[in-house]
């Protein structure tokens, strides 16, 4: 190898021709500063790429050279969503797009001394086009902005539910009707608690993003049922103007994001039961017990469905009645076919309501114990459980006497 300049060469022991005639110290003392001038000039070089690269990054980063701003609040109505993890950089960046500011710099200069900006939270927000950096800033901190999620409660319906007084509790798709309306550019948008019945019950599965390991149980449930459980609790964000398709679809899909959470499907192959049976009894354990309960009503469960023992639910009675009672009676029983669990063995078609993270949980693992039978022994929902049907009349008389039920 050619090694002229010294670099790859001991100068104590390369012996140059050039060199010759010269003392062996000033030799080595010529080569070490050849070398020191190379190096600082790779050094330089270097440096100087690395700033020219760190230069164009910051243009991207802050949107130098790209300044422009609207004046003005805004013209018309335009919708906004921010997604989990959405940086401010980000958000302007969307807002750029969607013609709401002029650049992204004209919001992020806005915002630069307003602590708000950095905490604005996931979801849809009411804008204007042609919004100047401020106003934006202003808007989009403000929380009228924000649309208010919907938010499911463990153990409700898809459908309202009648109280025998006449009151009437909201089922998840009215109350989805109701989160749907917004009013853009002065007129008002709702999707019809009629129209996401009619797309619950009649639109392809695939379109409303039902999952492989349900797609067979909801095809064979009945019609007005097979959506129910699917929409676990917790707040949804939901986008104005999507039609009754968009909303569902945008809600289940985010339900089957918890539900992996929860550990449906992974969770169910040590159950012994297919992950859709499992969010069933999910749904019983949520409308038959208290959450601290949870555990010992799964127990019932498996332990009954293991003899092969009817279920004996109340709740699944009541569910297919739409009534928000307690206990039932023989005519109840006569009336509520393929969930009437006193009369038909097993599992009822479908949950019979919204199951929560604990619920769900429970029913991957319940709680180990000999328990056959449970009945709600205190005023505050606690229930008492017992190995025999003698003890357990017993318990069911003592709470009577209580005023339980």
């Known amino acids: 190898m050619n090694d002229d300049l010294g670099l790859f060469t001991d100068p104590d022991t390369r012996h140059d021709e050039r060199a010759r005639g010269k003392s062996d110290a000033a030799a080595r003392r010529a080569k070490r500063r050849r070398k020191r001038t190379i190096l600082w000039v790779v050094v330089a070089l270097v440096l100087a790429g690395g700033g020219v690269g760190a230069y164009y990054g ?86 009228a902005a924000k649309v208010v999620p919907l938010e499911v409660k463990g153990g409700f319906v898809l459908h309202d539910i009648t109280a025998p007084d006449g009151g009437v509790t909201k089922g998840i798709l009215s109350q989805l009707s109701e989160a749907s309306c917004v009013e853009l550019d ?69 339900s089957l994001n918890r539900l992996q959470g929860y550990g449906v499907p992974s969770g169910s192959t040590k159950t012994g039961f297919r992950p859709y049976e499992v969010l069933v009894i999910a749904s019983l354990i949520e409308k038959e017990g208290i959450t601290s309960d949870f555990g010992k009503i799964s127990r019932v469960v498996y332990s009954r469905l293991a003899q092969g023992q009817i279920l004996q639910f109340d709740s699944t009675v009541n569910y297919k009645l739409d009534r928000p009672l307690l206990t039932t009676d023989d005519e109840d029983r006569a009336a509520s076919g393929p969930y009437n669990t006193y009369q038909v063995k097993g599992l009822p078609p479908t949950p019979i309501g919204s199951p929560g993270k604990e619920a769900v949980e429970a029913a991957i693992n319940p709680e180990e114990g000999p328990w056959l039978y449970f009945v709600k022994c205190r005023k505050d929902g606690t229930s008492c459980f017992t190995n025999s049907y003698e003890e357990h009349l017993v318990v069911v008389d003592q709470a009577r006497k209580d005023g339980v039920f």
């Open 58 to 143: 910051y243009r991207t980063l802050s949107g130098i050279g790209s300044y422009e701003d609207f004046a003005g609040a805004g013209e018309s109505d335009v919708v906004v969503e921010v997604k989990d993890g959405d940086l401010v950089t980000t958000i302007a960046n969307t807002l750029r797009d969607q013609g709401v500011v002029a650049s992204a710099r004209a919001f992020t200069e806005a915002g630069a001394n307003d602590s708000r900006v950095t905490s604005i939270q996931p979801g849809f927000y009411l804008m204007k086009t042609k919004m100047s950096g401020s106003a934006a800033v202003s808007r989009m901190v403000d929380p």
């Open 186 to 254: 002065g007129a008002q948008q709702c999707v019809t608690p009629q129209q996401l019945r009619e797309a619950a019950d009649n639109a392809d599965p695939a379109a409303l993003g039902i999952p492989d390991w349900a797609l067979a149980d909801v095809a064979a449930a009945p019609k007005e049922n097979r959506l129910e459980g699917l929409i676990v609790p917790g707040l949804y964000h939901l986008k104005p103007g999507a039609d009754a398709v968009e909303l569902l679809k945008s809600v289940i899909a985010t």
